[in-house]
């Protein structure tokens, strides 16, 4: 299977972004800044969400775009800081794959396996949206909060 990278948003490597996927436009696609329906249309597109954290943060992260991916059924390609429990979190769940930020060839590594074949990536969707309505509902949070 080929891949094609897509990313949005805007931040601080954005000018980075933009030059590489000129230069590779067959491997990358940088989109810019998008409403929130055409970023949910074009997640509901894709076949892997990708988190990538900033690794040099001392307390553990939670990447909020983790909950769209989820909602769109996808499975997610996460490289985490160390101190978090994410990459542990999705990988137990069956919903993604996990490697350390910064471990650019495990990244690479799971990027292609994940990609090798559908069967992962189909078997994880059902399993990313009711993932999300178990944990991630607003009354089982609202739960937790006030126990």
């Not at 076949?47 to 992260?61: L, Q, R």
């Amino acid at each position: 299977r080929n891949m094609l990278l897509l990313v949005c948003g805007d931040g601080p490597i954005t000018s980075d972004v933009r030059a590489f996927s000129q230069d590779n436009p067959d491997a990358v696609r940088y989109l810019g800044q998008l409403s929130r329906a055409e970023y949910l249309a074009t997640l509901g597109a894709a076949d892997i969400g990708v988190v990538i954290t900033n690794g040099e943060v001392s307390s553990p992260s939670f990447p909020s775009k983790s909950l769209d991916y989820w909602a769109s059924g996808l499975p997610i390609l996460a490289a985490v800081e160390s101190s978090t429990d994410f990459g542990e979190i999705i990988e137990k769940e069956k919903i993604g794959r996990a490697c350390d930020v910064g471990d650019t060839s495990s990244l690479v590594h799971l990027m292609i396996e994940m990609t090798k074949s559908g069967h992962e990536i189909e078997r994880a969707r059902p399993i990313a949206r009711e993932y999300l309505r178990k944990k991630h509902a607003v009354s089982t949070v609202a739960e937790l909060i006030t126990k």
